[in-house]
T-cell receptor
Framework: QKEVEQNSGPLSVPEGAIASLNCTYSDRGSQSFFWYRQYSGKSPELIMF????GDKEDGRFTAQLNKASQYVSLLIRDSQPSDSATYLCAPRRFRGGADGLTFGKGTHLIIQP | SQTIHQWPATLVQPVGSPLSLECTVEGTSNPNLYWYRQAAGRGLQLLFYSVGIGQISSEVPQNLSASRPQDRQFILSSKKLLLSDSGFYLC????????????FGPGTRLTVL
């Protein structure tokens, strides 16, 4: 089982609709979860993070966490063409003294005008 | 505000040649520093992690090494590059706080021929 699994896509969503991005993880010890956006050829930029079960909202973005199901999601409301990018899910984990992030391969999101 | 720099932005090197990539952070003290690699078709892989000057943790065995000669400087090196070393190298920093959000530099795209 992969540590972090995301549907690679592409996920195509019409402009103005809600984009739903999903992520499952295998390490039950993961405490916090990060979502990054990566435009083609660029470095990842942090969108938001979540550490408690439930929903966390930040502008048009909502992160959802269900630790029992080992599931994290990111909802993007009122999707814009500028939201077209690859979205990376990254649980925080501690291993061998290192405090780092384990990244999924990402979901490629396309917002259709 | 904090700023992270990486250079060079792109690099083409022959197999067997040495490598030195540099990362510096401004606007913060005693950051945690990270080197990640993103190879084609693969997710971000944590290579090295540092909590302070001279303190380096290696995540995976490889022909790369890292050093932290100053508080806000992180260097990735190799004595002899392999074809498999090609990829997008990303430096990241974090405060190491409760949630340890990581912020990425612009990256170095390395092609080994």
């Amino acid at each position: 089982q992969k540590e972090v699994e995301q549907n690679s896509g592409p996920l195509s969503v019409p402009e103005g609709a809600i984009a739903s991005l999903n992520c499952t993880y295998s390490d039950r010890g993961s405490q916090s979860f990060f979502w990054y956006r990566q435009y083609s050829g660029k470095s990842p930029e942090l969108i938001m993070f979540i550490y408690s079960n439930g929903d966390k909202e930040d502008g048009r973005f909502t992160a959802q966490l269900n630790k029992a199901s080992q599931y994290v999601s990111l909802l993007i409301r009122d999707s814009q063409p500028s939201d077209s990018a690859t979205y990376l899910c990254a649980p925080r984990r501690f291993r061998g003294g290192a405090d780092g992030l384990t990244f999924g391969k990402g979901t490629h999101l396309i917002i259709q005008p | 505000s904090q700023t992270i720099h990486q250079w060079p932005a792109t690099l083409v090197q022959p197999v067997g040649s040495p490598l030195s990539l540099e990362c510096t952070v401004e606007g913060t003290s005693n950051p945690n520093l990270y080197w990640y690699r993103q190879a084609a078709g693969r997710g971000l892989q944590l290579l090295f992690y540092s909590v302070g000057i001279g303190q380096i943790s290696s995540e995976v065995p490889q022909n790369l090494s890292a050093s932290r000669p100053q508080d806000r400087q992180f260097i990735l090196s190799s004595k002899k590059l392999l074809l498999s070393d090609s990829g997008f190298y990303l430096c990241a920093w974090s405060t190491g706080g409760s949630y340890n959000e990581q912020f990425f530099g612009p990256g170095t795209r390395l092609t080994v021929l």
